[in-house]
């Protein structure tokens, strides 16, 4: 195979055995030089990789060696050669965060999945939803609140009851983690340029921590969410398992 490949695994055992297989089979290119990135492991592992080597705009084809594997490839190992050159590409666009903390520090981050926030103790979070500088919510008083792109939208948002959003739709999930009052706000569509601010209500009584995908800061005082367009990533599937035929697929599981 002319593609220039450079693996990379997770710290499981199945992960490493693939990688030196792999890597005897194909060799190992520098990462620099390489035509596609190949993330051996989870949606978790793949997700690192997305956020360390996205700067370089090579293309992932993951393989799924770990316990979770929707935004990867099944494990086809031996046929590498025969399904990259057939895979299909999909551009995900991240999410940024900009953290204002307790201790007066700012700080940014990206995230390809979501955005989330969620209580630090037993108190409920008391948050002030905004909405491109207009005030939507006075208060909600849940354990959490999420923002989640596409890609991520069949992940934990799928899992706190939010909707599925297909890939090529401009669209952000605003969903409640178990969400106390308003009892009924089942959440919001939003188009994808909109800028979310969620302001933490009496944080040092009901402190809030907020993840991007597994970047992590506590005692927020705010977050503000926007779409990061100078940051994206190419992943590659097998064209019978298409992430767009995934996330439809999905929304008729029963």
Same mark, same amino acid.
């Given at each position: #195979?002319?593609?220039?490949?450079?693996?990379?695994?997770?710290?499981?055992?199945?992960?490493?055995?693939? !990688?030196?297989?792999?890597?005897? &089979?194909?060799?190992?290119?520098? /990462?620099?030089?390489?035509?596609?990135?190949?993330?051996?492991?989870?949606?978790?592992?793949?997700?690192?990789?997305?956020?360390?080597? &996205?700067?370089?705009?090579?293309?992932?084809?993951?393989?799924?060696?770990?316990?979770?594997?929707?935004?990867?490839?099944?494990? /086809?190992?031996?046929?590498?050669?025969?399904?990259?050159?057939?895979?299909?590409?999909?551009?995900?666009?991240?999410?940024?965060?900009?953290?204002?903390?307790?201790?007066?520090?700012?700080?940014?981050?990206?995230?390809?999945?979501?955005?989330?926030?969620?209580?630090?103790?037993?108190?409920?979070?008391?948050?002030? /939803?905004?909405?491109?500088?207009?005030?939507?919510?006075? #208060?909600?008083?849940?354990?959490?609140? #999420?923002?989640?792109?596409?890609?991520?939208?069949?992940?934990?948002?799928?899992?706190?009851?939010?909707?599925?959003?297909?890939?090529?739709?401009?669209?952000?999930?605003?969903?409640?983690?178990?969400?106390?009052?308003?009892?009924?706000?089942?959440?919001?569509?939003?188009?994808?340029?909109?800028?979310?601010?969620?302001?933490? !209500?009496?944080?040092?009584?009901?402190?809030?921590?907020?993840?991007?995908?597994?970047?992590?800061?506590?005692?927020?005082?705010?977050?503000?969410?926007?779409?990061?367009?100078?940051?994206?990533?190419? !992943?590659?599937?097998?064209?019978?398992?298409?992430?767009?035929?995934?996330? #439809?697929?999905?929304?008729?599981?029963?």
């Amino acid at each position: #195979m002319d593609t220039k490949l450079h693996f990379l695994a997770s710290d499981t055992d199945e992960a490493q055995d693939a !990688l030196k297989g792999l890597c005897d &089979h194909y060799g190992q290119h520098e /990462i620099e030089a390489c035509d596609i990135i190949v993330p051996l492991g989870g949606d978790g592992f793949l997700l690192e990789c997305l956020h360390q080597y &996205h700067h370089l705009n090579k293309a992932f084809y993951g393989v799924n060696k770990g316990s979770e594997g929707f935004l990867l490839n099944q494990s /086809i190992s031996a046929r590498l050669s025969e399904r990259i050159p057939k895979s299909h590409a999909i551009k995900l666009h991240a999410l940024n965060m900009t953290v204002k903390t307790a201790d007066g520090q700012t700080h940014d981050s990206i995230a390809f999945n979501e955005i989330a926030l969620f209580r630090q103790t037993r108190q409920t979070a008391h948050i002030e /939803i905004v909405i491109d500088d207009k005030k939507r919510l006075d #208060m909600l008083v849940a354990d959490g609140v #999420m923002v989640a792109t596409p890609a991520g939208s069949t992940a934990y948002n799928l899992s706190a009851h939010g909707p599925i959003i297909p890939l090529n739709a401009p669209l952000l999930a605003l969903t409640p983690i178990s969400p106390y009052r308003p009892r009924r706000w089942k959440g919001a569509l939003l188009p994808q340029e909109s800028t979310i601010t969620f302001n933490v !209500l009496d944080p040092k009584k009901r402190p809030v921590n907020v993840s991007g995908d597994f970047t992590e800061f506590r005692d927020v005082i705010s977050v503000e969410v926007r779409k990061k367009n100078s940051v994206s990533a190419t !992943l590659l599937f097998d064209p019978d398992e298409a992430l767009e035929e995934r996330i #439809m697929r999905e929304q008729f599981t029963v």
